[in-house]
């Protein structure tokens, strides 16, 4: 019932959205003189999105944005907006205004330079695709070098302190430090020229800033031999880390893209539904600690061993997951967060302590399972079902009447 109703809400929005623009497209296609039709040019586009920036909601300072957002409307590239053109309008607008961001700190200490043409053209650099590219193909030629360096230790052919050897070699090389600096410098021209906000607003360029990061902390940490991890450790974690940068070449194949872009939108939320079911769970374990702590253990002098032991719980040595104390208390209902086994838990310390202890099982399902589990769920499918909708928004069209007009006459002449 929910899916229909969902459904029905956004076939009346599309339906509702779809009559307002071709209302707007008739004014706009009107000569107000002669009723007569006249083309949607773009110099009449410019005019209108102008008048719309006197909105609230539409005000912006960015150079030739109205030009910019016309010239994309007209995917056909005419001069002229058709009728189904005009139906990605209300997309392209929502898609600028939210890609725009405050110029960088350099435009901002020097304001000429934001007239540079040279300036102009790095900026169109580091928006286009070519530096990704780029980082694509030495990815590629970075994991072939550290195969070829490790691929004694891979096949088990030397020893152990030779293979400490090989992965500092994986990491400090110049070959590596080559790679590493120049993926430092795509971070930092891109940071200059487009600014940190809008550089960031890029889930890959978000997965590109933490890994990078990353591998340049570990090899600093590698440059103190003060530091509490070994060298070999930071090796193998500079490995993974470099390995697992390789991912980003996945986001080339269109699914994969949406599913980067939907992880990293989903962090903000994530992180803020995650602390509540957090603190649910530590006022669960604390509660517990003070209800049920020391009565369930190994001391076969307990009063409540032999109740315990006969109990599902004890049969199944379920003994560890009690509420001792803090840190096994949290571990106990996390395992009741996800639903394992929950009723053998339950029936180890209603053995122990009375069937009201169950009681404190239903309460904490009720808020952990019913309100905080859901609740990070529905954040997971309402991140999913954005993503989709914005797919549907980027493609949407309005009907054209005049090529089906067009069309009709055709057929009826024939």
Sequence with gaps: AYQRQVGVNRLNLKETRQKKLNQAYELLTTDPDT??????????????LEEL???????????????QISAQVDSSGDGIVSRSEFGSLIWVITKHLSEESPPPTLEKCFPTLAESDIWQVAKSIATSDWPGFVIDILLVLNLIDM??????EIIGSETAEEAVHDRRAAIAGWVQQTFTLILVLETVFKVATIGLDRYLSSHINQFDFAITTSVVAIYLLNCFPEVLFSHADLARISQCARLFRFCRILDRYQPYHHFGRIAFKLIPPAVDVLTVVALICYAFAVLGVFLFGGLIND???????????????GQADYKVNNFNDIGMGMVTLFELLVVNNWFMIADGFSAACGPGAR???????????????NLFLSTIIEAFTTEY??????DFRLPDFSEATALSNALYVD
């Design 389 to 394: 909708e914005e797919l549907e928004e980027a």
């Design 359 to 373: 009681a404190y099982f239903v309460a904490f399902w009720a808020f952990g399972v019913l309100v905080g589990l």
């Design 53 to 67: 920036s006197h909105f609230r909601n539409f005000e912006t300072e960015a150079p030739n944005l109205y030009s």
């Design 147 to 152: 195969i070829v360096k490790l691929w004694p």
């Design 35 to 48: 009723h007569e039709e006249v083309p949607l040019t773009l110099e009449r586009m410019d005019a209108v």
């Design 299 to 313: 001391d076969p002098n307990n009063p409540n061993y032999e109740a315990v032991a006969k109990s599902s719980y």
